[in-house]
C-alpha cells in the first residue's frame, strides 16, 4: 500500500495530529459542584462559579484529578505529580469569564506512545504529547430566535481531558484506529463514556501535507469533529484541498477551520492562534496541584483489566482467534456480555471455558451481533440477555437441539422474549437421538431412493450428503446429525 498521496505533480506526505477532548465522567464540575448531567433544560446547572459572578473563587474536583490520572495511566504515559492550572485568554459569548483554565507548560500527564491495529494487520505506534485538565465552554444556541444567539451554560466548567497526539499519523485510517483506541480505553477505565453524540468525545483535527523527506508543512485545525466518520471526511478534504493549492503555486494559511457535515467540506473560521495569543499565565486562585506517587499506585492498582490485555487474555488463554478477541474487545459492553455469556454457559454445561469459548465468541460476533445490527440495537438493548444465550448453546452442547434448530429458536427468542428451555419445549423442537426411530427413518429413505443407493455403491461417494439431507427433511431438521452420520454409513456400505 501507497503511504503516499498521488497528486499531479507527485507524491505527498500527509501528517495528522488530533487534540481529543473527553469529558471526564464526574457527578460535578471541574471547580464548582453543579451537576453534570447531560440534557437538563438550560441554564439548570450552573453556579455562580460557572457563571463567573464576581469574588467566585474555583476550588479543584478531586475525583476529576483521579479520572485524569487514572486515563493517563491506562495510556501508560508519564503521570506528573506536580501540574500547574492556567488561564487561556480569549473572549467567546459562551465563555463567562473572558478565560478557560486549563494547563500548559506543566500537563498532569505527560508522554507516552498507543500501538494501532490497522485493517491491513499492520500495527501503527502513535505517540502521545500530554493530557491536560480543563474547563469546557458553554453553547451558543442559534437556532432558539431569528435574530439572537441565546447562550446555555450548562456545560460550562464541565472537566475536560485533552489529549494531544503527537504529529506521528500519515492517513486518515491511522487517525480513525487512533480515536478508537483513545475511545476504547477511557470507556475501559471508566473516566470518559465515549458519547460522541452527546459532545462528550469529540477531536480537534490538525492536518498539513508535504513532500516526502521535506519539513513539515503548514497545518490548519478543523474544530469540533464528533464523529469517526466525519474526522475520515475532514482529512481527506483537507488533503486534496491543501495539494491542490499547493500544486498551482499557493501557500496554507495557518487557520482553524469548521465542517459542514451536510457536504463533507472544511471553511475557514478565523486565523490560528498561536500560544502567545492567549497571553497563558498561571491562575493565581488556585496553587500548583502536586500528589505523592503513592496516590498514583493506589489509582494504578485500582485499574481494571484494559482492552490489549483483555485481548491477548482471550487469545492465549481461551484460544479465541485473534480477529474474533479485537472485535469483542472493541467495545466494553460487548466485552462484558461475552464474558458474562461464557461463564453462564461454563456453568450450565459443567465444562471448562477453554472448551466453549469459541463456540460463545462465534454465536455473539455471528449471530447475536447480526441480528442487532439489523434491528438497530445495540448490546445494552439486546432482547437476549446472556443468561438465555448461555441456555441456547447449552442446549446445543447437549444434543437437545441442533445447530440449524438453535438458529430458529434464536429467531423466536428475538421477537418473543421467551427462553430457549420454553421455546423448544412449546414448539416440539428437541433433537431426536434415539437411534431405533433414526435406524426406521433410514429405511424408509434407503427404500424410497434404490437407484440412489445403487450409484452410490458404484463409487458415487458424495451422494452420502444427499441421503443425510433426506432424513434430516424427514424428521424436520431434528434428526441428531452425528447419530445420522454414524448409523447411515453401514447401511449404505452394506
Given at each position: 500500500m501507497n503511504k503516499y498521496v498521488q497528486g499531479a505533480t507527485g507524491d505527498w506526505e500527509v501528517v495528522i495530529g488530533l487534540e481529543i477532548h473527553a469529558q471526564v465522567l464526574?457527578?460535578?464540575?471541574?471547580?464548582?459542584?453543579?451537576?453534570?448531567?447531560?440534557?437538563?433544560?438550560?441554564?439548570?446547572?450552573?453556579?455562580?462559579?460557572?457563571?463567573?459572578?464576581?469574588?467566585?473563587?474555583?476550588?479543584?474536583?478531586?475525583?476529576?484529578?483521579?479520572?485524569?490520572?487514572?486515563?493517563?495511566?491506562?495510556?501508560?504515559?508519564?503521570?506528573?505529580?506536580?501540574?500547574?492550572?492556567?488561564?487561556?485568554?480569549?473572549?467567546?459569548?459562551?465563555?463567562?469569564?473572558?478565560?478557560?483554565?486549563?494547563?500548559?507548560?506543566?500537563?498532569?500527564?505527560?508522554?507516552?506512545?498507543?500501538?494501532?491495529?490497522?485493517?491491513?494487520?499492520?500495527?501503527?505506534?502513535?505517540?502521545?504529547?500530554?493530557?491536560?485538565?480543563?474547563?469546557?465552554?458553554?453553547k451558543s444556541m442559534h437556532d432558539q430566535h431569528p435574530s439572537e444567539t441565546y447562550v446555555d451554560l450548562n456545560r460550562s466548567g464541565v472537566a475536560l481531558m485533552e489529549i494531544v497526539s503527537k504529529p506521528d499519523m500519515r492517513s486518515a485510517e491511522e487517525a480513525a484506529a487512533y480515536f478508537r483506541k483513545i475511545r476504547t480505553i477511557v470507556r475501559y477505565a471508566g473516566t470518559c463514556d465515549g458519547n460522541m453524540d452527546q459532545g462528550s468525545?469529540?477531536?480537534?483535527?490538525?492536518?498539513?501535507?508535504?513532500?516526502?523527506?521535506?519539513?513539515?508543512?503548514?497545518?490548519?485545525?478543523?474544530?469540533?469533529?464528533?464523529?469517526?466518520?466525519?474526522?475520515?471526511?475532514?482529512?481527506?478534504?483537507?488533503?486534496?484541498?491543501?495539494?491542490?493549492?499547493?500544486?498551482?503555486?499557493?501557500?496554507?494559511?495557518?487557520?482553524?477551520?469548521?465542517?459542514?457535515?451536510?457536504?463533507?467540506?472544511?471553511s475557514g473560521l478565523r486565523s490560528k492562534e498561536e500560544a502567545h495569543d492567549y497571553?497563558?499565565?498561571?491562575?493565581?486562585?488556585?496553587?500548583?496541584?502536586?500528589?505523592?506517587q503513592e496516590?498514583?499506585?493506589?489509582?494504578?492498582?485500582?485499574?481494571?483489566?484494559?482492552?490489549?490485555?483483555?485481548?491477548?487474555?482471550?487469545?492465549?488463554?481461551?484460544g479465541i482467534s485473534e480477529y474474533n478477541a479485537a472485535v469483542l474487545v472493541a467495545e466494553k459492553e460487548n466485552a462484558d456480555y461475552f464474558e458474562d455469556l461464557l461463564e453462564a454457559f461454563s456453568q450450565k454445561t459443567g465444562k471448562d471455558k477453554a472448551e466453549l469459548a469459541s463456540q460463545a465468541a462465534n454465536w455473539v460476533i455471528v449471530d447475536l451481533f447480526g441480528a442487532l445490527k439489523k434491528a438497530g440495537k445495540s448490546i445494552?438493548?439486546?432482547?437476549?440477555?446472556?443468561?438465555?444465550?448461555a441456555e441456547l448453546l447449552a442446549l446445543q452442547v447437549d444434543g437437545t437441539i441442533s445447530g440449524r434448530i438453535a438458529k430458529d429458536v434464536f429467531e423466536i427468542m428475538l421477537e418473543s422474549g421467551k427462553s430457549p428451555?420454553?421455546?423448544?419445549?412449546?414448539?416440539?423442537?428437541?433433537?431426536?437421538?434415539?437411534?431405533?426411530?433414526?435406524?426406521?427413518?433410514?429405511?424408509?429413505?434407503?427404500?424410497?431412493?434404490?437407484?440412489?443407493?445403487?450409484?452410490?455403491?458404484?463409487?458415487?461417494?458424495?451422494?452420502?450428503?444427499?441421503?443425510?439431507?433426506?432424513?434430516?427433511?424427514?424428521?424436520?431438521?431434528?434428526?441428531?446429525p452425528q447419530v445420522v452420520n454414524e448409523l447411515l454409513r453401514p447401511k449404505l456400505d452394506g
Open positions: 464526574s457527578e460535578s464540575k471541574l471547580f464548582s459542584g453543579a451537576s453534570t448531567k447531560f440534557g437538563g433544560e438550560p441554564n439548570t446547572h450552573v453556579s455562580f462559579v460557572c457563571s463567573a459572578m464576581p469574588g467566585m473563587l474555583p476550588v479543584i474536583n478531586e475525583e476529576c484529578v483521579r479520572q485524569a490520572v487514572r486515563t493517563g495511566l491506562a495510556m501508560g504515559c508519564q503521570i506528573n505529580l506536580r501540574s500547574v492550572f492556567d488561564r487561556k485568554n480569549y473572549f467567546y459569548a459562551d465563555l463567562p469569564q473572558g478565560y478557560q483554565i486549563s494547563q500548559f507548560k506543566d500537563p498532569i500527564v505527560g508522554e507516552g506512545e498507543l500501538v494501532v491495529d490497522l485493517e491491513d494487520g499492520s500495527t501503527k505506534t502513535i505517540g502521545v504529547e500530554r493530557l491536560h485538565l480543563e474547563q469546557d465552554a458553554g468525545m469529540r477531536a480537534d483535527v490538525n492536518v498539513s501535507v508535504r513532500r516526502p523527506g521535506e519539513e513539515f508543512g503548514t497545518r490548519t485545525e478543523t474544530k469540533n469533529v464528533n464523529s469517526i466518520r466525519f474526522m475520515i471526511q475532514v482529512i481527506n478534504y483537507e488533503v486534496q484541498r491543501q495539494i491542490d493549492i499547493l500544486e498551482e503555486g499557493g501557500t496554507i494559511d495557518q487557520e482553524t477551520r469548521q465542517f459542514d457535515p451536510a457536504t463533507g467540506t472544511t497571553r497563558y499565565f498561571p491562575d493565581p486562585d488556585l496553587l500548583p496541584l502536586e500528589f505523592s496516590f498514583v499506585d493506589d489509582l494504578a492498582r485500582g485499574l481494571p483489566e484494559l482492552p490489549d490485555a483483555k485481548r491477548l487474555r482471550l487469545v492465549k488463554d481461551l445494552t438493548d439486546s432482547p437476549v440477555g446472556t443468561k438465555d444465550g428451555e420454553a421455546i423448544v419445549e412449546e414448539k416440539g423442537l428437541k433433537q431426536v437421538s434415539d437411534t431405533g426411530a433414526i435406524e426406521a427413518m433410514i429405511d424408509e429413505v434407503l427404500s424410497a431412493n434404490q437407484d440412489k443407493v445403487e450409484q452410490y455403491r458404484g463409487g458415487k461417494d458424495k451422494l452420502f450428503g444427499f441421503f443425510v439431507g433426506q432424513v434430516m427433511k424427514k424428521t424436520q431438521g431434528k434428526a441428531n
